[in-house]
């Protein structure tokens, strides 16, 4: 068994899956002795991503039943491992905010880049350690999802020319065109059960005193997503939580709707500058849970 | 002004002085504004190299009045200045444990390396950026002053090649002898008065709901410092922490000893497996805080 788990955050995304398999290959090319595993099944978009370049989805664990262990994607105990306190924390790679306790000196390569993907790609090169085509997809594929395409706010000067070598590597002739189908793979939502569809992405975070849990889809029709709405209530009042924003995105046209449900509407129109109305709230040009979501809330609590 | 301050930690050493003075100069020549400047006066070590370095001491603040700061050689708030959660962090290059949250992705370069100036070191060579002999000289003495000339067990295989470069940039053709010299210039206590013995290199933590306190002197002569046990002792509980430790090394033979007050004799003997006689622990072995000293506490409380 390897020594050390590489893993992403709960509710895995593309970046998550990729990176966690990109730095675990990596760590192992350097003499590390490593197994990239995640917290859950590979969401629709990560498994077309998966099966485009032929790599098994990693194994699913919740805790680690190793000393030591490294986080991908993320840093905050809330989206880790239920044991994490328990174990060695020896590295970090992630593109989040920060909220990380231990206590003892570790490895960390955070930067505030589109995608851990990229971060990764950077280390690769300068370790001079070449990169596997699949792994490469993989990584293409990250950088593709976090970024919607290198056309989200939270796009750097880093992220194009990492994903344009890494579609080379793969051999994706046309990235735009495998993003795209790459990216509607994850919008296909009439499978997905109402709860489905609110845990596939959510994230809890404590932000000033209130527990908020901010989930995200995908779409190319916010509409048709909202004649589930009744549904889609039902099923985040159902989880209990004090605050809920479930966040649709269209990500052909880059705007969203949200949806809420909590105790502090004043507050949450405040922060986003719009009224809700029925529970929904407006957000046009807002398609970054991380860079426009969770700043302004942030900032109002 | 420049717009962003990069500063250590307070009762800055020379890791921390030296960091600064490097990651400024760095972040500058990458395109940024940036000032370094430190919270204290340099200590008689510190103060040793950059009169042999022909440096003029950072300026000294408490609190940033800038928006934007780097951190260097810590990372928790009860180490940095007044105002830190009013300002965004924008980066920490670092080598401690980690106690940090903030709410913007930033960039972190953390590693369990001898000094920061190591990371730096590495940092230069990666960016393809010459090192100005002065700087290189501090960043040398920073190593030397962290892994005191190689031989604390914080050393780490990065830490020489950095050191020999960095030495030869500077034209030191004789680090160790030059280190010697650096290391007793920090030793001769007899021109301190007992509080500023204690307050020198201390540091605050938090471990298992208790405050620590924990300073740090190096020395030639143990039984010497000794000499002065009670008025040191009086000035500790003046400081009235709830746990002090004040740990006193001799850095020819890497032994200590540490002065301890507190409510909390039998844990502490349990933690470093010593009996405590009229407040003195003997740590043979010990030189190390960050690596012998408070991962032992850690563990115990």
């Known amino acids: 068994m390897a ?30 002795d490593t197994e990239a595993v995640a917290q859950g099944t590979p969401n629709a978009e990560t498994q077309f991503a998966l099966d485009f370049f032929s790599v098994i989805a990693p194994r699913i664990t919740t805790s680690a039943d190793t000393e030591t262990v490294v986080l991908v994607d993320h840093n905050e105990a809330t989206q880790s491992i239920d044991n994490l306190s328990e174990v060695i924390v020896e590295g970090i790679y992630d593109h989040h905010k920060f909220s990380f306790t231990n206590s003892t000196p570790l490895y960390i390569n955070a930067k505030p880049w589109g995608s851990v993907a990229t971060i ?17 997809g993989l990584m293409a594929s990250a950088i593709i999802s976090d970024t919607l395409l290198l056309k989200s706010p939270t796009t750097t ?37 109402d709860k489905e569809l609110i845990d596939g992405d959510a994230k809890s975070f404590e932000i000033g005193g209130h527990k908020f849990r901010i989930g995200q889809v995908n ?33 052909l046209n880059s705007n969203s709707k949200a949806l809420y449900l909590g105790d502090a509407t004043t507050s949450i129109e405040a922060a986003f500058g719009a009224k809700i109305s029925d ?21 109002q609590f």
Do not use: C, W
Request: hydrophobic share 40%; no cysteine; aromatic share 8%.
């Open 3 to 32: 020594k050390t788990l590489v893993f992403g955050h709960k509710n895995p995304d593309t970046d998550t899956i990729a990176s966690a398999i990109a730095a675990s290959y990596l760590l192992n090319q350097l003499g590390g």
């Open 120 to 136: 990764l790609y950077y280390e690769f090169k300068q370790a001079d350690i070449d990169i596997p085509s699949k792994v490469a």
């Open 157 to 193: 000067a880093y992220d194009k020319p990492a994903l344009e070598d890494l579609a080379a590597i793969a051999g994706l002739d046309d990235y735009e065109k495998y993003g795209l189908s790459l990216l509607k793979a994850g919008t296909d939502l009439s499978s997905r059960t």
């Open 219 to 251: 779409t190319v029709d916010i509409a048709d997503v909202l004649t589930r709405q009744s549904g889609i209530e039902a099923a985040m009042v159902a989880e209990d939580y004090e605050d809920f924003l479930f966040v649709i995105t269209d990500i």
């Open 279 to 299: 529970n929904v709230i407006d957000l046009p040009g807002v398609v970054s849970r991380k860079k426009q979501i969770v700043p302004p809330l942030e900032k």
